[in-house]
């Protein structure tokens, strides 16, 4: 639709939109999707976060969230719509407010029982628009300093304890909008200070150099242990830079969102 | 992206080769449409040239898949390489299709359905 390289493009209205109309309704777009991501990450007591969304277009179907109830466990978000650019965003937008709407409820909802929510809310209209979205949803109790979370089909996600080697947290349920029912059930972690949790979108590990060669999951999980015992901020930057260093200044081929959690004191 | 559609009785094969992905996956879309138009919906989709596939590739497979399966039919996967059967390990869509080593196991479970 608004990627194809044509002057002029056929509206719904039978209207012919020019280049500087496209133009400025793609810039309208992207105000609008960069005001579905959070103002700023919250503040909570034993965690430190931090967190970047980068569209490959102007738009995207990545997206992040954090909900808090008072009185409950912080809910954090990361998910991934199939596709690209405007249609991905509208889809985003869909999903990011129906997970978002679980997640507020005052039933309390577990990580598991958001995503088969969001999912059987999402399922048919997902479907007849030949979409699904990995997601991850996790929850932070920071009194007991743990995390409860379920993964629909949703990758890389990295764990990386104080006292142990990074290792992926694989998903147990596939990706909302896949099958009328999902399978993914809520897993519990401890989350103490120097506990590294980071979860990126594939757009990472799909990064690719001039040989084609993928960026991939074995040098991520490197990187991330050698980055562990900075701040959460540091360790995400220096993904970024990275992720961009291999690619050796070749456009970003897919959105890229990354949320970097650390227990901290 | 290349596309070889064939037919074994009424089953009908797919062999993609090349990237699977946001770009290519609208041609394999509408061969996927045609194939899982009418009952039987039997179709193989051979994905042993596809060294990736991105998440509108999978997609369009579920899509398929759903397809076929409301028409009592299937959509089955063989020939993965590596790095593609990991994308569906990940995704636990492993979970969700069958898949088969060989092109020839696939057709062979559809026989006598």
């Given at each position: 639709?608004?990627?194809?390289?044509?002057?002029?493009?056929?509206?719904?209205?039978?209207?012919?939109?020019?280049?500087?109309?496209?133009?400025?309704?793609?810039?309208?777009?992207?105000?609008?999707?960069?005001?579905?991501?959070?103002?700023?990450?919250?503040?909570?007591?034993?965690?430190?976060?931090?967190a970047i969304a980068r569209p490959a277009h102007h738009v995207g179907g990545d997206?992040?969230?954090?909900?808090?109830?008072?009185?409950?466990?912080?809910?954090?978000?990361?998910?991934?719509?199939?596709?690209?650019?405007?249609?991905?965003?509208?889809?985003?937008?869909?999903?990011?407010?129906?997970?978002?709407?679980?997640?507020?409820?005052?039933?309390?909802?577990?990580?598991?029982?958001?995503?088969?929510?969001?999912?059987?809310?999402?399922?048919?209209?997902?479907?007849?628009?030949?979409?699904?979205?990995?997601?991850?949803?996790?929850?932070?109790?920071?009194?007991?300093?743990?995390?409860?979370?379920?993964?629909?089909?949703?990758?890389?996600?990295?764990?990386?304890?104080?006292?142990?080697?990074?290792?992926?947290?694989?998903?147990?349920?596939?990706?909302?909008?896949?099958?009328?029912?999902?399978?993914?059930?809520?897993?519990?972690?401890?989350?103490?200070?120097?506990?590294?949790?980071?979860?990126?979108?594939?757009?990472?590990i799909e990064a690719r150099n001039d040989k084609g060669q993928l960026f991939g999951?074995?040098?991520?999980?490197?990187?991330?242990?050698?980055?562990?015992?900075?701040?959460?901020?540091?360790?995400?930057?220096?993904?970024?830079?990275?992720?961009?260093?291999?690619?050796?200044?070749?456009?970003?081929?897919?959105?890229?969102?990354?949320?970097?959690?650390?227990?901290?004191? | 992206?290349?596309?070889?559609?064939?037919?074994?009785?009424?089953?009908?094969?797919?062999?993609?080769?090349?990237?699977?992905?946001?770009?290519?996956?609208?041609?394999?879309?509408?061969?996927?449409?045609?194939?899982?138009?009418?009952?039987?919906?039997?179709?193989?989709?051979?994905?042993?040239?596809?060294?990736?596939?991105?998440?509108?590739?999978?997609?369009?497979?579920?899509?398929?898949?759903?397809?076929?399966?409301?028409?009592?039919?299937?959509?089955?996967?063989?020939?993965?390489?590596?790095?593609?059967?990991?994308?569906?390990?990940?995704?636990?869509?492993?979970?969700?299709?069958?898949?088969?080593?060989?092109?020839?196991?696939?057709?062979?479970?559809?026989?006598?359905?």
């Amino acid at each position: 639709m608004l990627g194809a390289t044509n002057f002029q493009h056929q509206s719904i209205l039978g209207r012919r939109l020019s280049r500087a109309e496209l133009k400025s309704n793609l810039r309208l777009a992207a105000s609008i999707h960069d005001c579905l991501f959070p103002e700023v990450v919250p503040a909570m007591p034993g965690l430190d976060m931090w967190a970047i969304a980068r569209p490959a277009h102007h738009v995207g179907g990545d997206f992040y969230d954090f909900i808090e109830r008072p009185g409950s466990p912080m809910t954090f978000v990361v998910g991934d719509i199939s596709g690209k650019g405007m249609a991905a965003a509208m889809l985003m937008a869909m999903a990011r407010t129906i997970i978002r709407m679980y997640a507020s409820s005052d039933e309390g909802l577990s990580s598991e029982m958001i995503l088969r929510k969001s999912n059987r809310s999402l399922y048919a209209d997902f479907t007849r628009m030949i979409a699904m979205a990995t997601v991850f949803v996790g929850q932070y109790d920071a009194v007991e300093r743990s995390l409860v979370f379920a993964n629909a089909g949703h990758s890389p996600v990295i764990y990386h304890p104080v006292n142990g080697e990074p290792r992926l947290l694989l998903a147990d349920g596939m990706p909302l909008g896949v099958l009328p029912d999902m399978l993914s059930q809520d897993e519990k972690i401890c989350f103490a200070p120097g506990d590294v949790l980071i979860i990126g979108t594939d757009g990472f590990i799909e990064a690719r150099n001039d040989k084609g060669q993928l960026f991939g999951y074995d040098q991520l999980l490197q990187l991330v242990g050698s980055l562990s015992d900075r701040p959460a901020g540091e360790i995400g930057r220096q993904l970024i830079n990275s992720i961009e260093m291999f690619g050796g200044g070749k456009l970003q081929e897919d959105d890229q969102t990354l949320l970097v959690l650390k227990g901290v004191e | 992206m290349k596309l070889e559609p064939r037919l074994h009785e009424h089953i009908k094969i797919l062999t993609l080769s090349g990237r699977f992905d946001a770009r290519t996956a609208p041609i394999v879309h509408r061969q996927l449409q045609a194939a899982t138009a009418e009952s039987p919906a039997q179709v193989v989709v051979n994905l042993e040239k596809v060294e990736f596939v991105d998440s509108t590739g999978l997609s369009t497979l579920v899509q398929a898949m759903k397809h076929a399966r409301q028409l009592n039919g299937d959509v089955r996967l063989c020939g993965m390489q590596q790095p593609v059967r990991i994308i569906f390990e990940l995704t636990r869509l492993d979970k969700v299709f069958d898949i088969f080593p060989t092109e020839e196991d696939a057709v062979l479970t559809f026989v006598g359905e």
